[in-house]
């Protein structure tokens, strides 16, 4: 058994007549980055406020390291909130080092940790500025630095890359990384599924509220199909029509895209290229995660037809 991080267990969670999470479940380990993506409205930052504790669940747990949490387990998360929440009219500096004084720690180290932070993620010329003064993406370094000033042992992050230019997201990214190599839970959600899939150990599919698949993208393209590119250059038009378990996606110049059902003989589709002529290629093409969110996505809206 991996040691217990971060644990969503059995949430559920109701506005009104709307239901947004219906006994959500996942965890997050320590050291690892979940990324947590879904369609707008599917309940991420409700899970989010629930697990920093802003908001109460309506049944199921939030734990860490096997015990319940609690308020004093709760400062030791660092969060960044999706509405952001950084007083406009003070300063950078002493902002952050108020923040870090709120959960905590004694004032030397405050002001050490929020200028280690700003010069980090590279808003250290900006300490005496105030936060309004700020562009969008400078503000969600602040933000960021919000979150880990008073150096957290569980990251939750709503949509921290949202907005940030491709140098302000390797920042951010490579600040992410170091916190789980420090062996810190970091989750966080993005609409951004290629960085997801570039950054992530482990991730949660949620749609209506509830988590639909989640595990390393290696395990999620397991549940699905196997599609196959095949190069070859003087087959006809419907070479592959009627291979026992295929079919044609489409064709792009001389390559033709397949997808074969469970248990289809690949080789058997190998063979038949090999008739038509030569083969340049003969490749199974791996879905990327765009195309699992899809495909997770829309199984369930035919489901619900
Ligand atoms: N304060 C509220 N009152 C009523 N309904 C709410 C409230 N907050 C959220 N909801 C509803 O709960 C559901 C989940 O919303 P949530 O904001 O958690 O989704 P999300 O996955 O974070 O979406 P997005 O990707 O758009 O940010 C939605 O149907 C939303 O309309």
């Given at each position: 058994m991996p040691e217990p991080g971060l644990e969503i267990d059995g949430i559920s969670k109701r506005y009104g007549a709307v239901v947004a999470l219906e006994k959500m479940t996942f965890d997050v380990r320590p050291g690892e980055l979940f990324g947590f993506?879904?369609?707008?409205?599917?309940?991420?930052?409700?899970?989010?406020?629930?697990?920093?504790?802003?908001?109460?669940?309506?049944?199921?747990?939030v734990r860490y390291a096997g015990e319940p949490i609690t308020h004093e387990t709760r400062r030791q998360i660092g969060y960044m909130p999706e509405e952001r929440g950084l007083y406009p009219k003070m300063k950078v500096g002493e902002q952050l080092t108020y923040l870090a004084r709120l959960h905590g720690m004694p004032a030397a180290a405050a002001k050490a940790s929020s200028e280690r932070w700003t010069e980090r993620l590279g808003v250290a010329a900006r300490r005496d500025d105030e936060v309004q003064k700020l562009s969008l993406g400078n503000q969600q370094?602040?933000?960021?630095?919000?979150?880990?000033?008073?150096?957290?042992?569980?990251?939750?992050?709503?949509?921290p890359f949202s907005g940030l230019d491709p140098v302000a997201v390797d920042v951010m990214s490579d600040v992410l990384k170091e916190k789980a190599a420090e062996g810190v839970p970091v989750v966080f959600s993005s609409h951004q599924l290629d960085l997801v899939e570039r950054l992530c150990d482990r991730i949660g599919i949620v749609r209506s509220g509830r988590m639909e698949a989640s595990g390393t993208v290696a395990e999620l393209r397991a549940g699905g199909t196997t599609?196959?590119?095949?190069?070859?250059?003087?087959?006809?038009?419907?070479?592959?029509?009627?291979?026992?378990?295929?079919?044609?996606?489409?064709?792009?110049?001389?390559?033709?895209?397949?997808?074969?059902?469970?248990?289809?003989?690949?080789?058997a589709v190998l063979r038949a290229a090999l008739a038509t002529g030569p083969v340049r290629e003969f490749a199974r093409k791996l879905p990327s995660l765009t195309e699992l969110f899809r495909s997770v996505v829309s199984e369930h809206q035919e489901a619900a037809a």
């Amino acid at each position: 058994m991996p040691e217990p991080g971060l644990e969503i267990d059995g949430i559920s969670k109701r506005y009104g007549a709307v239901v947004a999470l219906e006994k959500m479940t996942f965890d997050v380990r320590p050291g690892e980055l979940f990324g947590f993506v879904g369609s707008n409205g599917a309940g991420k930052t409700t899970t989010m406020r629930i697990a920093l504790g802003v908001l109460s669940a309506d049944a199921g747990q939030v734990r860490y390291a096997g015990e319940p949490i609690t308020h004093e387990t709760r400062r030791q998360i660092g969060y960044m909130p999706e509405e952001r929440g950084l007083y406009p009219k003070m300063k950078v500096g002493e902002q952050l080092t108020y923040l870090a004084r709120l959960h905590g720690m004694p004032a030397a180290a405050a002001k050490a940790s929020s200028e280690r932070w700003t010069e980090r993620l590279g808003v250290a010329a900006r300490r005496d500025d105030e936060v309004q003064k700020l562009s969008l993406g400078n503000q969600q370094r602040v933000q960021l630095a919000a979150a880990l000033v008073h150096e957290p042992r569980i990251l939750v992050l709503d949509e921290p890359f949202s907005g940030l230019d491709p140098v302000a997201v390797d920042v951010m990214s490579d600040v992410l990384k170091e916190k789980a190599a420090e062996g810190v839970p970091v989750v966080f959600s993005s609409h951004q599924l290629d960085l997801v899939e570039r950054l992530c150990d482990r991730i949660g599919i949620v749609r209506s509220g509830r988590m639909e698949a989640s595990g390393t993208v290696a395990e999620l393209r397991a549940g699905g199909t196997t599609r196959l590119l095949v190069d070859a250059p003087e087959a006809p038009e419907n070479w592959a029509a009627g291979l026992s378990g295929v079919t044609v996606i489409g064709r792009r110049g001389a390559v033709t895209e397949l997808e074969l059902a469970d248990g289809a003989d690949d080789q058997a589709v190998l063979r038949a290229a090999l008739a038509t002529g030569p083969v340049r290629e003969f490749a199974r093409k791996l879905p990327s995660l765009t195309e699992l969110f899809r495909s997770v996505v829309s199984e369930h809206q035919e489901a619900a037809a």
